[in-house]
């Protein structure tokens, strides 16, 4: 599992070199793009801005909305991570409630690693509103070594945990995820045959009150019930995919790609229609365009391809009639990022039941998460690992 890191955390990682406002914004700034990001597609509104890193959100029924951010980081302590690099932690990270165009933290002083060498933010990320009200959410972690971290610094036992939050904003932990994973390794028996890996992306809740985890480094989507009790729904297959050449390299007449393993790497989770669970893929290294799909995963069967052609999905909500929206942190594939700025991302839509895919919108800065409001009105988080105050809550109405 230890590609894995190279996936979801470096998918927010060493890509970035946004320009950012010298102050972050107030956390209620509406309108368009925050300066040095291109204007937002037409159609898409800004709801709310100066947000650090948001990733997932979620809408409680009576319409309030739930952002996960994963913060800014701290000073104290600076590691030095295998993958990433020189990373400072803090208690920045946060689960913030928009009502009426006004964001303000509901849960505060939650875990969050910032590089500084790339910017990548690694913190609060799923987050889900549950049928009696409770709000839950995730603490995502850096994957490789974050077992280490969590026993080595201040406050790191908070990393890839899965929580819920009472209605005053107090939070406990309901299972410990990252330990889960170190223990049993349930992806052991792929074909990589990896050590323990653990990042913690995705979340939702059923009617009937399991948490539902797509663990973007153990590739796997775990249940927990009401008494913590962590139990593994699937594992989603190892696949292959075409290294691509070395621009700086003579090519060799008649030469054959080389293949290699790809992590699947499940970064999202909603509970459909149907009562299953649908689930969008990241991919590994290389991340290739069109590669990445929404498996279709009924309990007790392996996963199946409900839609595919999509490039490194990081969100999947259904909409009322059954439409599934599957939104792409990066449309034209993390290794083809502009220089200079995020990944722009795109939006699908599957018709109720699936179908063809159609593409709704490219252009959004460096999504992180989709939720879809009871009126059709679509939410997304935009500059999921841009610096700090860059983040934004956009909206869009569909047609028809």
Same mark, same amino acid.
């Given at each position: 599992m230890t590609r894995t890191t190279r996936t979801l955390s470096l998918a927010m990682a060493s890509l970035i070199a946004v320009a950012a406002p010298a102050a972050a914004q107030s956390p209620a700034a509406s309108g368009g793009a925050p300066p040095g990001l291109p204007p937002l597609p037409e159609g898409w509104t800004q709801v709310v801005g100066g947000l650090n890193a948001p990733r997932g959100v979620a809408i409680a029924a009576d319409g309030t909305i739930y952002v996960a951010e994963s913060g800014a980081g701290g000073t104290d302590p !600076?590691?030095?991570?295998?993958?990433?690099?020189?990373? !400072?932690? &803090?208690?920045?990270?946060?689960?913030? /409630?928009?009502?009426?165009?006004?964001?303000?933290?509901?849960?505060e002083g939650l875990p969050s690693l910032v590089g500084t060498v790339g910017? +990548?933010?690694? =913190? *609060?990320?799923?987050?889900?509103v549950?049928?009696?009200?409770?709000?839950?959410?995730?603490?995502?972690? *850096?994957?490789?070594?974050?077992?280490?971290?969590?026993?080595?610094?201040? =406050?790191?036992?908070?990393?890839? /945990?899965? #929580?819920?939050? %009472? %209605?005053? =904003?107090?939070?406990?932990?309901?299972? +410990?995820?990252? %330990?889960?994973?170190? @223990?049993?390794?349930p992806d052991k028996d792929q074909p990589g045959n990896a050590p323990p890996d653990s990042n913690p992306n995705g979340l939702t809740v059923t009617k009937d009150g399991l948490a539902i985890v797509a663990d973007a480094g &153990?590739?796997?989507?775990?249940?927990? +019930? $009401?008494s913590g009790k962590i139990s593994v729904v699937t594992v989603f297959p190892e696949q292959t995919a075409a290294i691509p050449p070395d621009p700086t390299a003579s090519a060799a007449p008649g030469a054959s790609p080389v293949i290699a393993p790809?992590? *699947?790497v499940p970064t999202s989770v909603v509970v459909g229609p149907d009562g299953n669970y649908y689930v969008g893929q990241l991919t590994g290294f290389p991340f290739p365009q069109g590669g990445a799909a929404v498996f279709k995963v009924v309990p007790g069967q %392996?996963? @199946?391809? #409900?839609?595919? &052609?999509?490039?490194?999905?990081?969100?999947?909500?259904?909409? $009322?009639?059954?439409?599934? #929206?599957?939104?792409?942190?990066?449309?034209?594939?993390?290794?083809?990022?502009?220089?200079?700025?995020p990944p722009m991302g795109g939006l699908w839509e599957v018709p109720a039941g699936g179908g063809t895919p159609q593409l709704l919108a490219t252009g959004l800065p460096m999504p992180g998460g989709i939720a879809v409001g009871g009126d059709g009105t679509i939410y997304v988080t935009t500059c999921a690992s841009c610096p700090a105050g860059a983040g934004g809550l956009v909206s869009f109405q569909p047609k028809g």
């Open positions: !600076c590691i030095e991570h295998p993958e990433l690099g020189h990373m !400072c932690f &803090g208690t920045s990270g946060a689960i913030t /409630q928009v009502k009426d165009g006004t964001a303000t933290k509901f849960v910017g +990548d933010v690694l =913190g *609060p990320s799923g987050v889900a549950a049928a009696d009200g409770t709000v839950w959410f995730l603490a995502g972690g *850096p994957g490789v070594g974050a077992a280490d971290l969590r026993g080595t610094i201040k =406050g790191g036992d908070g990393i890839g /945990q899965l #929580y819920k939050a %009472a %209605a005053d =904003g107090t939070s406990t932990s309901a299972a +410990d995820l990252n %330990a889960f994973e170190v @223990a049993n390794n &153990g590739n796997d989507l775990l249940s927990v +019930d $009401a790809m992590d *699947p %392996a996963p @199946a391809v #409900y839609a595919e &052609g999509f490039t490194n999905v990081i969100g999947v909500a259904f909409a $009322a009639d059954g439409t599934l #929206y599957v939104l792409e942190i990066s449309h034209d594939g993390l290794l083809n990022t502009a220089p200079g700025g």
